[in-house]
C-alpha cells in the first residue's frame, strides 16, 4: 500500500513566476487536504476537498492561490506571480471514507523556495 | 477559533528518561478530537495517536501515552524510556467533530523539538 506522493519534493522559483505542485492520495481515500507549513511553525491548513468537491478554503489562500481535484483522485495546488512570503512547505493530507477527517495521513510534501 | 499550545519549545533528555510533551488547547466546538503527531527530520507527518472528546480514559500504546483533560484543556503525552529514534518534533493537534466550525481540519501547535542523546 504506497502513501501520499507529492511532485515534486522541491522547487525553486522566482517571484513572479506560477507554480503548480500535486498530491496523489492513497487510493480509496476520498478526502484530501493541502497544509502550509512555514519553518519553526506547524503546519496551517488551506483547503480541502471530498470526493471531487471543494469543501472549505482557508482565508489563508489568497486569489493567487487555487486548488483542484478534478476527478475526485489526485489533486493539484497552483500558486500564481509567487511572492516571497510564499516560501514554505506545501503538504498534502488524505483520510479514507471510513475515518472521516480524523485518521489524516500526510505526504512527504513540496519545499518552495521563491527567490 | 481553535488554537493549540505547546508550550516547551526544545526539550533535550538521555536515552531510556521519560519524557512528557504539554499540550493545551481551546475550541468552542462540543465536539472535537485531539492528535499527536511526530515529524522526524526526514519531515513527513507521521500520525500516533488520536483522542475524542467525549472519552478521557487515558491510555498506554507501547512506549506512547497520553493524559487528557478536558477540565484543564490538557492533552499531554508520555513517552517512556526514550530513545534516539524519537528525536523528532512532535506536533499536537485538534479538530471540531462533525457539524463543528472547524470539521475537517486540524489545527496544529508549534511543535516541541525532543533530541534525546546516547
Known amino acids: 500500500d504506497t502513501g501520499v506522493s507529492q511532485d515534486p519534493r522541491h522547487k525553486i522559483t522566482k517571484r513572479g513566476q506560477n507554480v503548480t505542485f500535486r498530491c496523489d492520495p492513497i487510493?480509496?481515500?476520498?478526502?484530501l487536504y493541502w497544509y502550509r507549513q512555514t519553518l519553526g511553525q506547524g503546519p496551517e491548513f488551506l483547503t480541502y476537498f471530498q470526493n471531487e468537491a471543494q469543501l472549505e478554503k482557508s482565508r489563508l489562500l489568497s486569489d493567487r492561490f487555487s486548488a483542484e481535484r478534478p476527478k475526485g483522485s489526485f489533486s493539484t495546488l497552483e500558486i500564481q506571480r509567487t511572492e516571497q512570503g510564499d516560501s514554505a512547505m506545501y503538504l498534502c493530507?488524505?483520510?479514507?471514507?471510513?475515518?472521516?477527517?480524523?485518521?489524516?495521513?500526510f505526504g512527504p510534501g513540496t519545499r518552495l523556495t521563491v527567490t | 477559533a481553535q488554537k493549540v499550545t505547546q508550550a516547551q519549545t526544545e526539550i533535550s533528555v538521555v536515552e531510556k528518561e521519560d519524557v512528557t510533551l504539554d499540550c493545551v488547547y481551546e475550541t468552542r466546538d462540543t465536539t472535537y478530537y485531539l492528535f499527536w503527531y511526530k515529524q522526524p527530520p526526514s519531515g513527513e507527518l507521521v500520525f500516533l495517536i488520536r483522542?475524542?472528546?467525549?472519552?478521557?480514559q487515558n491510555e498506554i500504546s507501547g512506549r506512547y501515552s497520553w493524559n487528557f483533560q478536558k477540565s484543564t484543556s490538557s492533552f499531554n503525552f508520555t513517552i517512556t524510556a526514550s530513545q534516539v529514534v524519537d528525536s523528532a518534533v512532535y506536533f499536537c493537534?485538534?479538530?471540531?467533530?462533525?457539524?463543528?466550525?472547524?470539521?475537517?481540519?486540524?489545527?496544529f501547535g508549534q511543535g516541541t523539538i525532543l533530541t534525546v542523546h546516547p
Open positions: 493530507a488524505s483520510s479514507p471514507p471510513e475515518a472521516g477527517p480524523y485518521e489524516q495521513y
Open positions: 493537534a485538534l479538530s471540531g467533530g462533525a457539524g463543528g466550525t472547524s470539521y475537517g481540519k486540524l489545527t
Open positions: 487510493s480509496e481515500h476520498n478526502r
Open positions: 483522542r475524542n472528546s467525549f472519552d478521557e
